[in-house]
């Protein structure tokens, strides 16, 4: 079993919808979550972080924790066809130790 | 203010060479972390460090080590390259619990 699975791709939504990526762990021990977007041919790029159960918003990121169910969740609304690449899901035993990502999953927003 | 800066871009080495690719942390960060991205899959982490000390260590063998200089930048050594050791090898810099920012990366390529 991977550590960390992310929903297979690719995923294709229209423009100005709302984009929902999915990710969960295997490790309890887990106790903080990345997601980054990286573009083809580019390095990953940071866009939320959750240490706590729940949601937290950014602009039109969210990102959703929950611990009991081992369980996190990216939603982008109001999608952009700039928002297309893929999107990869971390975790980590603490807040600054080894990150453990998923394969990641190619978002493409179709205008 | 520079973000993570890696040298060089690409290389390309033929198996049995060796390789150093090179990284200088973010401003401020004093916390290295490398990480390999094969095509189409999420980094892998190969090890991290603090304090010029290897802090963490991930599943890759002997034959990858690493160094940190008292300016906080790092390298990464490769010896007797294989062909699977051609992939996209990224530096990602942290201070504290801060979350790890990634740099552009170097390409090897393994002939």
């Known amino acids: 079993q991977k550590e960390v699975e992310q929903n297979s791709g690719p995923l294709s939504v229209p423009e100005g919808a709302i984009a929902s990526l999915n990710c969960t762990y295997s490790d309890r021990g887990s106790q903080s979550f990345f997601w980054y977007r990286q573009y083809s041919g580019k390095s990953p790029e940071l866009i939320m972080f959750?240490?706590?159960?729940g949601d937290k918003e950014d602009g039109r990121f969210t990102a959703q924790l929950n611990k009991a169910s081992q369980y996190v969740s990216l939603l982008i609304r109001d999608s952009q066809p700039s928002d297309s690449a893929t999107y990869l899901c971390?975790?980590?035993?603490?807040?600054?130790?080894?990150?453990?990502f998923g394969q990641g999953t190619i978002l493409t927003v179709h205008p | 203010d520079a973000g993570v800066t890696q040298s060089p871009t690409h290389l390309i080495k033929t198996r049995g060479q060796q390789v150093t690719l090179r990284c200088s942390p973010k401003s401020g960060h004093d916390t290295v972390s490398w990480y390999q991205q094969a095509l189409g899959q999420g980094p892998q982490f190969i090890f991290q460090?603090?304090?010029?000390?290897?802090?963490q260590r991930g599943n890759f063998p002997d034959r990858f080590s690493g160094h940190q200089f008292p300016n906080y930048s790092s390298e990464l050594n490769v010896n007797a390259l294989l062909l699977g050791d051609s992939a996209l090898y990224l530096c990602?810099?942290?201070?504290?619990?801060?979350?790890?920012?990634f740099g552009d990366g170097t390409r090897l390529s393994i002939l």
């Open positions: 990602a810099s942290s201070f504290g619990d801060q979350p790890q920012h």
């Open positions: 959750i240490y706590s159960n």
């Open positions: 971390a975790g980590c035993y603490t807040s600054y130790g080894k990150l453990t």
């Open positions: 460090y603090y304090e010029e000390e290897e802090r």
